[in-house]
């Protein structure tokens, strides 16, 4: 499958702790999403890649949350100390072509704050 | 505020009768795209938009771009229960925003037997 993979698909954690979600994009993509979704609402962006180079975070992004992507290739996003409102699905997606609307997105991974 | 607002924000209808889901947005974009996403999946590209007056089919599916390319619809013809989903509508590149996605508050659709 030459998808974009995500992983976890599920987390369930208890309030404070830190969690980290990969993604692995589609192998020639060069940018790199991450979004967040709350049940039946659409995706809200957090921050996108080029290469290796993290070019644009969404004030949604606060402190506690960092996104990296070393080698250009797959990303992290993390989450520390965890809040009960960060329970959400967070989806990644990558983009072939530059400049245009049209990305592919992976599953997800969906998050559960106890 | 919300820059793309789609309605209406739910949809219930039986098989076989036709739909229309419009999204307007307070801005312009560089391209307006259509994605359906299903429980546990990601958004899946449909359709994308570009000129002002654009009308792209996709078998039932009938997308249009208003001239001022601020307002989209898409129009399900003779629906069926494979159609159920979120239906969401996004901006690309808007002016001044960067090269993200931007999406609509979401429509979705349930086609009953």
């Known amino acids: 499958d030459t998808g974009v993979s995500q992983n976890p698909r599920h987390k369930i954690t208890k309030r404070g702790q830190n969690v980290t979600f990969r993604c692995d994009p589609i192998?020639?993509?060069?940018?790199l999403y991450w979004y967040r979704q709350t049940l039946g609402q659409g995706p809200e962006f957090l921050t996108y890649f080029q290469n290796e180079a993290q070019l644009e975070k969404s004030r949604l992004l606060s402190d506690r949350f960092s996104a990296e992507r070393p080698k250009g290739s797959f990303s992290t996003l993390e989450i520390q100390r965890t809040e009960q409102g960060d329970s959400a699905m967070y989806l990644c997606a990558s983009q072939g072509q530059e400049n245009t609307g049209e990305l592919f997105f992976g599953e997800g991974s969906r998050l559960t704050v106890l | 505020t919300q820059l793309l607002e789609q309605s209406p924000q739910f949809l219930s209808i039986q098989e076989g009768e036709n739909l229309t889901v419009y999204c307007n947005s307070s801005?312009?974009?560089?391209?307006l795209q259509w994605y359906r996403q299903e429980p546990g999946e990601g958004p899946v590209l449909l359709v994308t938009v570009v000129t002002g007056g654009e009308v792209k089919k996709l078998k039932r599916l009938t997308f249009q771009f208003g001239d001022a390319r601020k307002d989209s619809s898409l129009h399900i013809t003779a629906a069926q229960p494979g159609d159920t989903g979120l239906y969401l509508c996004?901006?690309?590149?808007?002016?001044?925003?960067?090269?993200?996605?931007?999406f609509g508050t979401g429509t979705q659709l349930k086609v009953e037997l």
């Open positions: 996004a901006g690309f590149g808007l002016t001044g925003g960067g090269n993200k996605l931007t």
């Open positions: 192998s020639e993509h060069n940018r």
């Open positions: 801005s312009v974009f560089s391209s």
